[in-house]
């Protein structure tokens, strides 16, 4: 089937503005993962879901930033009140979860601009 | 917490020659898996290979291959036959399933470009 699907791919925002970023995961994969990644640099981890439930969000910057995944599938990354030090590209990735060191997918990521 | 180290900021290689990227990686965990993910000029992240600490055969994918070397907490990465679309980003990536998360922590990355 499809892939992971980010949207939008593109989002240019001003100072102050909320933002949602929104990922779709491969059908049936139980683990979501979202990654921040600065240009030139590797990603780093954010938060995760196994199903519905958020297992970890040590990732998150401040409180400014939240994630959910009310019915285990479709999630989304909030960011209230951005700052131009928010500008980066999201990643989400997708895993069937289960046994250890199962392999990620990644999405195209969003590229996230705050003037 | 793990860290993962790339040294290599860039590198070069001529069109069918063979290039090695470093990895090293710290963590006082035994069981854990060590990743390669290309990043082309798209800003894709494809997955290139994949190994499990407790396997001690290399892994090997096509022209991609590992040096694993665990007691050093080394996991170099080599391409041979390099061609022109090996151009990329290249990161190294460690994975820590127990107790957490399967969540994936990388190098920086090293900068691959493939002459002609």
């Known amino acids: 089937g499809a892939g992971v699907s980010q949207s939008p791919r593109y989002k240019v925002t001003k100072r102050g503005q909320d933002v949602a970023l929104r990922c779709d995961p491969i059908?049936?994969?139980?683990?979501l993962y979202w990654y921040r990644q600065a240009l030139g640099q590797g990603p780093e981890f954010l938060t995760y879901?196994?199903?519905?439930?958020?297992?970890?969000k040590s990732g998150l910057p401040n409180d400014r930033f939240s994630a959910e995944r009310p019915e285990g599938s479709i999630s989304t990354l909030t960011i209230q009140r951005t700052e131009q030090r928010d500008s980066a590209m999201y990643r989400c990735?997708?895993?069937?979860?289960?046994?250890?060191?199962?392999?990620?997918?990644f999405g195209p990521g969003t590229r996230l601009t705050v003037t | 917490a793990q860290t993962v180290t790339q040294s290599q900021p860039e590198m070069s290689v001529q069109e069918a020659e063979t290039v090695t990227l470093s990895c090293t990686y710290d963590?006082?965990?035994?069981?854990?898996?060590l990743f390669w993910y290309k990043q082309p000029p798209s800003r894709q992240m494809i997955l290139v290979i994949r190994?499990?600490?407790?396997?001690?055969q290399n892994a090997t994918e096509n022209r991609f291959s590992v040096n694993f070397q665990k007691a050093a907490k080394s996991f170099s990465l080599k391409i041979s036959d390099s061609q022109l679309g090996d151009t990329a980003m290249y990161f190294c990536?460690?994975?820590?399933?127990?107790?957490?998360?399967?969540?994936?922590?990388f190098g920086g990355g090293t900068r691959l470009m493939v002459k002609p």
């Open positions: 990735a997708s895993s069937w979860g289960g046994q250890g060191g199962a392999e990620q997918y």
């Open positions: 059908s049936g994969h139980v683990s």
């Open positions: 879901f196994n199903y519905e439930a958020q297992q970890d």
């Open positions: 963590t006082s965990e035994n069981n854990y898996y």
């Open positions: 190994q499990e600490a407790y396997k001690q």
């Open positions: 990536a460690f994975m820590y399933p127990l107790n957490a998360g399967n969540m994936l922590t």
